[in-house]
């Protein structure tokens, strides 16, 4: 069983890596925090959950125990696996995800792709007393972006879950909100934002 991963990283998208260690590449699915940390960086050290299917093996990796932990409570509920958890943790921050299962807010959590108010409410039913977790969190590190930058956070948002003419309507309001100088990591952010309202 593999639980923490530690190597040069390969490759980074907003929903994956690609970990070199021991000569071998390790595919990890992350959430979007889990990329704002890595994102710059020549190396990464993750905490990782190892789904085992009769059909495939993945990996899932975090960049703090309480995303893990996080990630293990909903993937434990009946109708949500490891693709939907990680879009969750991509479409809130683990401290407002248990303020908001606290406060039972169905509608903000109904506000994530793939998560219906049915859903939303069996997240607020099951983990109302298993997801207590520390205040935490820190900003996310912004890089040095690719040219094709509009194109490559709507192709995020879609591999989130988010419909391709939303993504391209939230990136093109959040582009003239922060101007041309806004980075791939700001950008994101903001059309999160504007989709998730």
Same mark, same amino acid.
């Given at each position: 069983m593999?639980?923490?991963?530690?190597?040069?990283? =390969?490759?980074?998208?907003?929903?994956?890596? #690609?970990?070199?260690?021991?000569?071998?590449?390790?595919?990890?699915?992350?959430?979007?925090?889990?990329?704002?940390?890595?994102?710059?960086k *020549?190396?990464?050290?993750?905490?990782?959950?190892?789904? #085992? =299917? &009769?059909?495939? %093996?993945?990996?899932?990796?975090?960049?703090?125990?309480?995303? @893990?932990?996080?990630?293990? @409570?909903?993937?434990?509920?009946?109708?949500?696996? *490891?693709?939907?958890?990680?879009?969750?943790?991509?479409?809130? &921050?683990?401290?407002?995800?248990a303020?908001?299962?606290?406060?039972?807010?169905? +509608? /903000?959590?109904?506000? !994530? *792709?793939? #998560?219906?108010?049915?859903?939303? &409410? =069996?997240?607020?039913?099951?983990? =109302?007393d @298993?997801? !207590? %977790?520390?205040?935490?969190?820190?900003?996310? +590190?912004?890089?040095?972006? *690719?040219?094709?930058?509009e $194109?490559?956070?709507?192709?995020?948002?879609?591999?989130?879950?988010?419909?391709?003419?939303?993504?391209?309507?939230? #990136? /093109? $309001?959040?582009?003239?909100?922060?101007?041309?100088?806004?980075?791939?990591?700001? %950008?994101? @952010?903001?059309?999160?934002? /504007?989709?998730?309202?």
């Open positions: 593999i639980a923490w991963l530690e190597g040069k990283l =390969r490759t980074l998208q907003a929903d994956e890596a #690609v970990i070199m260690s021991g000569g071998v590449g390790y595919r990890v699915q992350i959430p979007l925090s889990t990329y704002y940390k890595l994102e710059g *020549p190396d990464a050290a993750l905490h990782i959950h190892m789904h #085992v =299917r &009769e059909d495939a %093996l993945s990996l899932y990796g975090f960049s703090t125990a309480e995303e @893990k932990f996080a990630f293990e @409570k909903l993937i434990a509920i009946s109708g949500i696996g *490891p693709r939907l958890a990680q879009v969750i943790l991509s479409g809130i &921050e683990v401290p407002e995800l303020e908001a299962i606290v406060r039972g807010d169905t +509608r /903000r959590l109904s506000s !994530i *792709p793939g #998560v219906g108010k049915k859903t939303s &409410e =069996r997240i607020c039913l099951e983990l =109302r @298993k997801l !207590i %977790l520390p205040e935490g969190g820190s900003a996310p +590190r912004t890089a040095p972006v *690719p040219i094709a930058l $194109d490559d956070v709507i192709s995020a948002l879609t591999n989130l879950g988010y419909r391709q003419p939303n993504a391209e309507a939230a #990136v /093109r $309001d959040a582009r003239k909100e922060m101007g041309a100088e806004a980075e791939f990591s700001a %950008l994101l @952010k903001q059309a999160l934002r /504007r989709l998730t309202r």
